[in-house]
């Protein structure tokens, strides 16, 4: 039975599939141009319009399997922004990826991030908080 079921929506729903997939594509395509955009922006040092710019990026609702890149984005622009000495800006990055991210795990990832990021700054407890949030995350992941 469920064999018809599968081929009933096949042939009166075959765009599904392929909608998902354009809405993916689209989706990419706007995110890896947004991202172009923070890194000029960094490039040229116009830090008070990168909040702006990587916000566009990580209001995008990934789906679920490709949260990853949402979480590698976070990455890659905060090690920017903290190569230009800009921390609060790295900050205020990783907690938009942080809050545009729906799984443990990649708000565990995140959350070491943060904590790296505080080490570095010399703020050593607030860093223990970040690895502790993200243990318990990673914990709680079946």
């Known amino acids: 039975m469920p064999n018809i079921f599968v081929l009933f929506l096949l ?10 997939e354009k809405n993916w594509e689209q989706m990419r395509s706007t995110a890896e141009s947004q ?18 710019a990587s916000q566009k990026i990580f209001r995008l609702r990934f789906p679920g399997n490709k949260e990853h890149l949402l979480v590698r984005e976070g990455q890659i622009l905060a090690d920017a922004l903290i190569h230009h000495g800009q921390h609060e800006l790295a900050h205020r990055v990783l907690a938009q990826a942080l809050n545009s991210v729906r799984s443990n795990l990649s708000k565990a990832h995140l959350y070491k991030e943060i904590a790296y990021l505080c080490t570095k700054e010399g703020k050593d407890e607030e860093a223990m908080e970040h690895f502790e949030k993200a243990v318990e995350l990673e914990n709680s992941v079946p």
Not at 11 to 20: N, V
Not at 37 to 45: P, S, Y
């Open 35 to 52: 991202h172009e955009i923070v890194m000029l922006l960094i490039k040229r040092q116009d830090f008070d319009k990168i909040a702006t």
């Open 11 to 20: 042939l009166f729903h075959p765009q599904s599939a392929t909608d998902s």
